[in-house]
């Protein structure tokens, strides 16, 4: 059974920083790139970062470029989203997501699998 749980979701002033993490279980890590996606209250769940299954590419929606990055360590099974500068418009649930594949993923519909989600929320 493949699980992704986030953690690391908080309350944290505009302009400051948060890191959330995501822990899958059940796959073989090193073989799906990761992405990390947020829904916002009424709205559309977004696309803000993907990473290939080695770490050596990665890809940034514009809103989140230059002060969000997102990294992997397959020893520890783990892909990180460091969010730095951070703006009341990023309050959101973010989620992780793998999909089996040796690039970058950046469509929603072509992820396999969910986690269920860390609240981000940055105040004014």
């Known amino acids: 059974q493949v699980q992704l749980v986030e953690s690391g979701g908080g309350l944290v002033q505009a302009g400051g920083s948060l890191r959330v993490s995501c822990e899958p279980s059940?796959?073989?890590?090193?073989?799906?790139?990761m992405g990390w996606f947020r829904q916002a209250p009424g709205e559309e769940r977004e696309f803000v970062a993907a990473?290939?299954?080695?770490?050596?590419?990665?890809y940034y929606a514009d809103s989140v470029k230059g002060r969000f990055t997102i990294s992997r360590d397959n020893a520890k099974n783990t892909v990180y989203l460091q969010m730095n500068s951070l703006k009341p418009a990023d309050t959101a649930v973010y989620y992780c997501a793998a999909g089996l594949t040796g690039g970058l993923i950046i469509s929603r519909y072509e992820y396999a699998y969910w986690g269920q989600g860390t609240q981000v929320t940055v105040s004014s």
């Open positions: 990473i290939s299954r080695s770490g050596g590419s990665t």
């Open positions: 059940g796959l073989t890590f090193s073989r799906y790139a």
